[in-house]
């Protein structure tokens, strides 16, 4: 391993985690490693658990937990993060991914975890806020709507509420979150490389918050 940084970024959907790993690992000049990002990359390349992913994503099936770690093994041993670190954004999702993660790296191999905290009402409203064009799929708020209502100021498509929007199915997925990542966030803690930002306010301020909370 380098002399870079390594951390993970958690957080609720809605809660701005993406666009701080992003942030993050722009200030730090470390790849940003993103679940969604790594599968499509490793599929393409063909890599030996790229091709065993994808048996189970063309199944339709959850890709299991050995497979899911050896696509993060594949690419966490490329030359950027052994050299320079990483942020990774959307993994690990459950206690057994984050032992295999740690397992991984070994002692010493992680810095922090840093969980951008948003209440479950704040990032409900931000998410059922939300309106999405159905032809180009601008998003929109309806605290900061298109110009002519429900027309997309792009395109001119329909400007709607996405079914899996509304407060009801957000709080179910957040539900489901919490239950998963609770135990990881306690492990993380017991380890000692829990930080926890205050992730209300604009991206900015949250940014600032999360540099100044890291361990230098
Ligand atoms: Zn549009």
Redesign the pocket.
């Known amino acids: 391993m380098g002399s870079g940084v390594r951390l993970l970024v958690l957080g609720k959907q809605g809660a701005g985690k993406g666009t701080q790993a992003v942030r993050i690992a722009g200030h730090y000049g470390v790849p940003h490693i993103s679940t969604g990002d790594m599968f499509r990359a490793a599929v393409a390349a063909g890599t030996p658990f790229g091709v065993k992913a994808n048996e189970y994503m063309k199944r339709g099936e959850l890709v299991p937990d050995d497979v899911v770690i050896g696509v993060v093994a594949e690419r966490l041993a490329k030359d950027d993060a052994v050299n320079d670190g990483f942020v990774l954004d959307g993994f690990p999702r459950t206690k057994v991914q984050a032992e295999e993660l740690q397992r991984l790296l070994g002692p010493g191999g992680l810095d922090a975890a840093v969980d951008i905290d948003v209440p479950t009402d704040t990032v409900i409203d931000r998410i059922s806020g939300r309106r999405v064009?159905k032809?180009?799929g601008?998003t929109y708020h309806v605290s900061a709507p298109p110009k002519v209502d429900s027309v997309?100021d792009?395109?001119g498509?329909e400007v709607v509420q996405r079914e899996d929007d509304t407060p009801e199915a957000v709080r179910k997925r957040l539900e489901l979150y919490e239950k998963d990542t609770r135990p990881l966030l306690d492990l993380y803690e017991e380890l000692g490389l829990l930080v926890t930002v205050d992730g209300v306010g604009d991206p900015d301020e949250v940014f600032n918050r999360v540099i100044q909370s890291l361990p230098r």
Do not use: E, N, V
């Open positions: 064009c032809t180009c601008a997309c792009k395109d498509g």
